[in-house]
């Protein structure tokens, strides 16, 4: 397993400002990614992460909203921009520690709330 | 596109009972499939795995099923205990390609 670690863990902001999420991994990985979480629902894929490359988004996500950042293979940014109370969620890093098998591990999530 | 359907989305036992929440995916080339359970306040953890040339696997209390022909796949707790109580997620993968996720089980077990 891996220790993933998520700053901030929660988060009150207002509508129109910026918020920049950081997640650290104890291990290098290969594959990160940010997934997006609505109150009472499922797991949604924003984008995955590469170090060296830019990240590829999933439909409906777009950069401009959505800037992620993978500087080295232990730490990776994502940042919601102009927010609205549509952006409350909860937002999870996510890893594979062996390249792509598929199993992913977690960081305990930063529940974002926009006023 | 893909899709996994979870049943049912919320489901309350009795301790010592068991549960057991069924997925479907649409994609024939899935080839992994993960339960990860999500207690309040917390990320999702994986907690049991299947790969499509296996069709059952079990660790302690917990199992999982897999019917590639259907496309059906399952998990199962035996003698629930009040710490079972979370959300449940299944997810389909073709390797490390998109995980997708289901819908969700919210699982009560009464003491």
């Known amino acids: 397993s891996a220790v993933i670690s998520q700053k901030p863990s929660r988060d009150i902001c207002q509508r129109g400002t910026s918020l920049t999420i950081q997640c650290q991994v104890d291990?290098?990985?290969?594959?990160m990614f940010w997934y997006r979480q609505q109150p009472g629902q499922s797991l949604t894929l924003i984008a995955t992460?590469?170090?060296?490359?830019?990240?590829?988004?999933e439909s409906g996500f777009v950069i401009d909203k959505f800037p992620i950042s993978r500087p080295n293979l232990t730490f990776s940014t994502l940042t919601v921009s102009n927010m609205s109370p549509e952006d409350s969620s909860i937002y999870l890093c996510?890893?594979?520690?062996?390249?792509?098998?598929?199993?992913?591990?977690f960081g305990e999530g930063s529940r974002l709330t926009v006023l | 596109g893909e899709n996994v359907e979870q049943h049912p989305s919320t489901l309350s036992v009795q301790e010592g009972d068991s549960a057991v929440i069924k997925c479907t995916y649409s994609?024939?080339?899935?080839?992994?499939f993960p339960w990860y359970k999500q207690e309040l306040g917390k990320g999702p953890q994986l907690i049991i795995d299947?790969?499509?040339?296996?069709g059952e696997k079990k660790d302690q209390r917990i199992a999982v099923t897999l019917n590639k022909t259907a496309k059906h796949f399952s998990l199962h707790i035996t003698e629930t205990q009040p710490e079972d109580s979370a959300v449940y997620f299944c997810a389909a993968s073709r390797g490390g390609f998109k995980t997708i996720f289901g819908a969700g089980t919210r699982l009560f077990v009464k003491a």
């Open positions: 291990s290098q990985v290969t594959m």
């Open positions: 299947i790969r499509s040339n296996v």
């Open positions: 994609d024939s080339a899935s080839n992994y």
């Open positions: 992460a590469n170090q060296g490359s830019e990240a590829t988004y």
């Open positions: 996510s890893v594979d520690l062996q390249g792509s098998t598929g199993e992913l591990f």
